[in-house]
């Protein structure tokens, strides 16, 4: 683990936390970790402590959605959809 956070969205979201007042450790990771399963070998915990942000685009409204998620669940698609009221997908790169 490094001392030094340089990815451009820690950044982003300590300032954010910062501003909102709220104190936070940040770890980051050396390398990606494309699955729950692996920033939790990683950090010596349980794939459950890991929480997931998954994106998903309502093709109806062209909406982002952000959903944070158990590393040890996976996202119901039907019933994020009831949720927003319309049908959701994954988000790909470019969206």
Do not use: Y
Request: glycine share 8%; with cysteine; net charge neutral.
């Amino acid at each position: 683990m490094s001392d030094v956070l340089s990815s451009a969205g820690v950044v982003r979201v300590r300032r954010a936390l910062e501003e909102a007042g709220l104190a936070s450790e940040f770890v980051e990771l050396p390398g990606a970790a494309r699955t729950a399963k692996q920033a939790a070998d990683f950090l010596g915990c349980e794939v459950g402590q890991i929480a997931n942000s998954l994106v998903f685009r309502g093709p109806k409204s062209d909406e982002a959605l952000l959903v944070m998620s158990s590393g040890a669940k996976r996202v119901d698609l039907q019933k994020l959809a009831r949720v927003v009221g319309e049908p959701v997908s994954k988000a790909d790169a470019a969206f």
